[in-house]
Every structure is written in C-alpha cells, then in structure tokens.
C-alpha cells in the first residue's frame, strides 16, 4: 500500500530555515505528483508546493521565492527547503501525492497523506 513518511519538521525563529523530506513507498506509477501541504490551528489545509514527474512545478503565491522544492524519481522522495520563514508559516506539513496528470494545489485532488510534520517558527 501507498505509504509518505515526512521528517525534517522542528522550530526556528523567522528568518531561518528548514528543510523536510518525504520518502514514498508502495507504488510503482510512474506518472504521478507529489506536494506539500500545510495546516495550521484553526484553519483548512493547503497547497503550498508541487511536483510532478515530469518535473514541473506548481508553487503557492504566499510561499514564493522562499520555498523550493526537489524530487528523486527514483527513490520517489520530495524535499522542501523554507528559507527565510515567517510565524504565518507554523502549521503541521503533510506530503501528499496522487496519480495521473495534475499541476493544482486542491487538497481534495490528493489520494495519499503522511501523518505530517510541525513546523514552528517564532518571531
């Protein structure tokens, strides 16, 4: 069965960065994309990064020029680097991915979640 593990998650005050990774297991579709979503307390989840296994990439307008993202097709792992992170960033990311052809950002588009990973950053 599908399985994302997602490590990397800690506290940093803002302006610092982290850096998570997730590693996917049980599939062998070779078209699929693989993203990062966040929620923080009292909010809905959202998109924040995408890739897909051609390569292209979607990225949340909040979140641009901070975030990057990285993928090994073949040990099916994402990576997220947050550089310069702001407290609007806390929130618990999860990596998340689905099969078949997609380059948006709707959590409801997503087939497959980890069990997330918190990212705390304090002004």
């Known amino acids: 069965q599908v399985q994302l593990v997602e490590s990397g998650g800690g506290s940093v005050q803002a302006g610092g960065s982290l850096r998570l990774s997730c590693v996917a297991s049980?599939?062998?579709?070779?078209?699929?994309?693989m993203g990062w979503f966040r929620q923080a307390p009292g909010k809905e989840r959202e998109g924040v990064i995408l890739?897909?296994?051609?390569?292209?990439?979607t990225i949340a307008e909040s979140v641009k020029g901070r975030f990057t993202i990285s993928h090994d097709k073949s040990k099916i792992t994402l990576e997220l680097q947050m550089n310069n992170l702001k407290p609007e960033d806390t929130a618990m990311y999860y990596c998340?991915?689905?099969?078949?052809?997609?380059?948006?950002?709707?959590?409801?588009?997503?087939?497959?979640w980890g069990q997330g990973t918190q990212v705390t950053v304090s002004s």
């Open positions: 049980g599939f062998t579709y070779t078209r699929y994309s």
């Open positions: 998340a991915v689905r099969f078949g052809g997609y380059l948006g950002l709707r959590v409801t588009e997503f087939d497959y």
């Open positions: 890739i897909d296994s051609f390569n292209r990439s």
